[in-house]
């Protein structure tokens, strides 16, 4: 543990101690940021990487992004478009710790994902995919601050469990920065673009979102509603309120969430029953 903030930041964006990332995510970043990259050309670096390939489309055809048909990579970077696959990507080896090391905090994950898209479509709102993706990457931090610092999480978790506080108060106290933060410094040490790295990095404080807000609310409100289902587990007993220029922002009213609360409840079983999948395999 450290108590220097800088010195915990340069720890956690030391994503050469990331576990397994492979070597085709340094290709595929390469690639991302030249003009030039077919979509085509992309889809066959990432498709080198069987394990990976399996990951994508596993996740691609999930709930959170509304169970499509997809079969190839190249499929799914045409559907998805190519900045979901690559945080996908990006992403998959974290997943597979979560998934084994921490089932409630990816089943959560998986409902703030499913939970942002359907609020997307229902508010007719464009990029509902990378919304999703949003909404599945909004806790990274806590991953990487379990992976990364151990000691903290401990400490952060009994603060958790003795005081009665939030996660993100208790992580304030213990290491100087909160998990939104931190997922947000690893979204910009990944390339990742502001309309995911903004999410990630202030759904717990949407008005600091200044070119991402709208997006940035869905998933503030996807991971409320999810917390309020008691669907999987973020590390939080209560429910956090619903901050008033998220409501604003999306202009909601108490039919719509309804509704969509409603929706949430229908699409969980499906989650559910796909988490149950992912973790038999």
């Known amino acids: 543990m450290t108590d220097n903030r800088s010195d915990l930041k340069k720890i956690i964006m030391d994503t050469k101690t990331l576990p397994t990332l492979p070597n085709v995510i340094h290709k595929l970043n390469a690639l991302s940021v030249s003009n030039k990259s077919s979509v085509q050309e ?5 498709s080198s990487d069987q394990v990976l390939s399996a990951r994508i489309l596993r996740l691609a055809n999930s709930p959170s992004y509304g169970f499509h048909r997809v079969s190839t990579i190249t499929n799914a970077m045409i559907l998805l478009g190519v900045n979901v696959v690559k945080s996908l990507a990006l992403s998959s080896s974290i997943f597979a710790i979560m998934e084994k090391e921490s089932i409630g905090l990816w089943e959560h994950s998986l409902g703030v994902g499913v939970a942002a898209n359907l609020i997307a479509h229902k508010l007719g709102l464009p990029e509902c995919e990378e919304i999703a993706t949003a909404g599945l990457l909004h806790d990274i931090g806590k991953i990487i601050i379990g992976l990364k610092c151990p000691d903290a999480e401990k400490a952060i978790l009994e603060l958790v469990r003795t005081r009665n506080m939030y996660v ?5 106290e213990i290491i100087d920065t909160d998990h939104a933060e931190v997922g947000g410094w690893l979204s910009k040490s990944w390339f990742l673009p502001d309309k995911l790295s903004e999410p990630i990095a202030f759904h717990h404080d949407v008005v600091k979102s200044e070119n991402h807000r ?3 609310a869905v998933v503030h409100i996807a991971d409320a509603l999810i917390k309020a289902s008691g669907f999987g587990n973020s ?3 209560f429910v956090p309120k619903i ?3 998220a409501w604003d922002t999306l202009k909601l009213n108490e039919q719509l969430l309804t509704e969509l609360v409603d929706q949430i409840e229908d ?3 499906e989650v559910k029953n796909f988490s149950l999948e992912m973790l038999s395999n």
């Open 267 to 269: 699409k969980l079983v």
């Open 168 to 172: 993100l108060e208790a992580e304030l």
């Open 42 to 46: 992309m889809a066959r670096i990432v």
């Open 214 to 216: 709208i997006k940035t």
């Open 243 to 245: 901050q008033g220029i």
């Open 235 to 237: 590390g939080d007993s």
